[in-house]
Antibody
Framework: QVQLVQSGAEVKKPGSSVKVSCTASGDTFNNFAISWVRRAPGQGLEWMGEFIPMLGTTKYAQKFQGRVTFIADDATSTAFMVLISLRSDDTAVYYC?????????WGQGTMVTVSS | EIVLTQSPATLSLSPGDRATLSCGASQSVSSGNLAWYQQKPGLAPRLLIYDASSRATGVPDRFSGSGSGTDFTLTISRLEPEDFAVYYCQQYGSSPPLTFGGGTKVEI
């Protein structure tokens, strides 16, 4: 049974960056793709992009182009989402999820609060 | 970008009722590439339906999906207390970006 476990909550200042981790267990990390989705308070779900560890390929939503990077550490089966130049409207719960088209397994979510 | 509009925003029902949730797309969603998720407060979304009508593993058969083109429906045949949650549709027929609807809250 694949599980995705994310890092803990973060509080960041505007203009700084955040790095959220997502560690896979129960399956070989390179056997699947990871997508990132966020949910801002009072808002719906928003797709940020996808990462295929085996190929090292990424695809980002245009809204986040230039501010987000997806990377991975194969040795620990951990994917990372790095978001820079944080703004108050980046305050959200960030999820990693398995899949490229639809998402059948999700991490528990990481709350990122951006506040001065 | 395909915009998904869910209706109604809120559905007030009782246990045992039938729930019908709608998801409309701004353009045709190719090959019925649409999924439905359930999200409860403080938890991650849970995949219910993919490819418009296929139930995900472990999803009770009271949940069913239908539709094609621009109009899709999630039906919960008899609401159980644990079904009160927010439901989202998501299209993956035209990517990037994958897009989600704004959600329908099913409340008591």
């Amino acid at each position: 049974q694949v599980q995705l476990v994310q890092s803990g909550a973060e509080v960041k200042k505007p203009g700084s960056s955040v790095k959220v981790s997502c560690t896979a267990s129960g399956d070989t990390f390179n056997n699947f793709a990871i997508s990132w989705v966020r949910r801002a308070p009072g808002q719906g779900l928003e797709w940020m992009g996808e990462f295929i560890p085996m190929l090292g390929t990424t695809k980002y939503a245009q809204k986040f182009q230039g501010r987000v990077t997806f990377i991975a550490d194969d040795a620990t089966s951990t994917a990372f989402m790095v978001l820079i130049s944080l703004r108050s409207d980046d305050t959200a719960v960030y999820y990693c999820a398995r899949g490229l088209r639809f998402f059948d397994i999700w991490g528990q979510g990481t709350m990122v609060t951006v506040s001065s | 970008e395909i915009v998904l509009t869910q209706s109604p925003a809120t559905l007030s029902l009782s246990p045992g009722d039938r729930a019908t949730l709608s998801c409309g797309a701004s353009q045709s969603v190719s090959s019925g590439n649409l999924a439905w998720y359930q999200q409860k407060p403080g938890l991650a979304p849970r995949l219910l339906i993919y490819d418009a009508s296929s139930r995900a593993t472990g999803v009770p058969d009271r949940f069913s999906g239908s539709g094609s083109g621009t109009d899709f429906t999630l039906t919960i045949s008899r609401l159980e207390p644990e079904d009160f949650a927010v439901y989202y549709c998501q299209q993956y027929g035209s990517s990037p970006p994958l897009t989600f609807g704004g959600g329908t809250k099913v409340e008591i």
